[in-house]
């Protein structure tokens, strides 16, 4: 069966610190890679996603980059946090077409200081 | 472009009595509609989904949902509510290529004794 991993589980950094989110999916192939970011009361906010390796789109403008390496690893990164980047960010990943669902990690709740 | 609304932010129910969480979507095709469940600190699960045929979905935890074209709406429902139910629900639509899922700002149980 498929998994996904993500790490770390909680993370505090302070401002200006570099930041790297990973996050590796188990049991398929080809998958496509999505990194969301979650703010109470705004919902999901997808921030970038990937159909294969090395293509990466982004949806919002931001400090943030990410990067795929293989075909079942996709990271977050930045070079220089800001305070506003704090928050509970979500790896997830689908397979096929547009009605197969996305199945979620568990989080990385990151707090900038 | 599509949007998903979920009205109520936050609804609290009994033990026992049923649950109808309410979502809108707007999208100028026939949507792919999922409903999540999050738990404090974890990532989404998926609960049911609906693509095409029967508007009557029935998903894990004894959930359903019905999706009705005339009203553009996709509620979710449960007949009997327990503790373990207390999370926040999302609602989201899809639409083909890349899967770009929309979801709403989520909608938190709270259920008492």
């Known amino acids: 069966s498929q998994t996904i991993h993500q790490w770390p589980a909680t993370l505090v950094q302070p401002v200006g610190s570099p930041l790297s989110l990973e996050c590796t999916v188990e049991?398929?192939?080809?998958?496509?890679l999505y990194w969301y970011r979650q703010a109470a009361g705004r919902g999901l906010q997808l921030l970038f996603y990937?159909?294969?390796?090395?293509?990466i789109s982004s949806e919002v403008p931001q400090n943030l980059s990410a990067s795929r390496p293989q075909d079942r690893q996709f990271i977050l990164s930045s070079k220089k946090l800001l305070l506003s980047d704090s928050g509970f960010y979500l790896c997830?990943?689908?397979?096929?077409?547009?009605?197969?669902?996305?199945?979620f990690g568990d989080g990385t709740r990151l707090s900038i200081l | 472009a599509q949007s998903v609304t979920q009205p109520d932010i936050h609804i609290t129910v009994s033990e026992g009595a049923s649950l109808e969480l309410r979502c809108n979507y707007s999208?100028?095709?026939?949507?792919?509609l999922f409903w999540y469940v999050q738990s404090p600190g974890q990532g989404l699960q998926l609960l049911l989904k609906?693509?095409?045929?029967?508007?009557l979905v029935q998903g894990i935890k004894g959930f359903e949902a019905e999706f009705k074209r005339s009203q553009s709406s996709f509620n979710l429902r449960k007949p009997s509510v327990h503790w373990s139910d207390a999370a926040e629900y999302f609602c989201?639509?899809?639409?083909?290529?890349?899967?770009?899922?929309?979801f709403g700002i989520g909608t938190k149980l709270q259920v008492i004794p």
């Open positions: 609906y693509f095409s045929g029967d508007t």
């Open positions: 049991g398929t192939s080809n998958p496509n």
């Open positions: 997830a990943w689908s397979v096929g077409q547009g009605n197969q669902p996305q199945h």
């Open positions: 999208y100028g095709a026939t949507p792919y």
């Open positions: 990937s159909v294969g390796i090395g293509q």
């Open positions: 989201a639509v899809g639409s083909g290529g890349y899967q770009k899922v929309t």
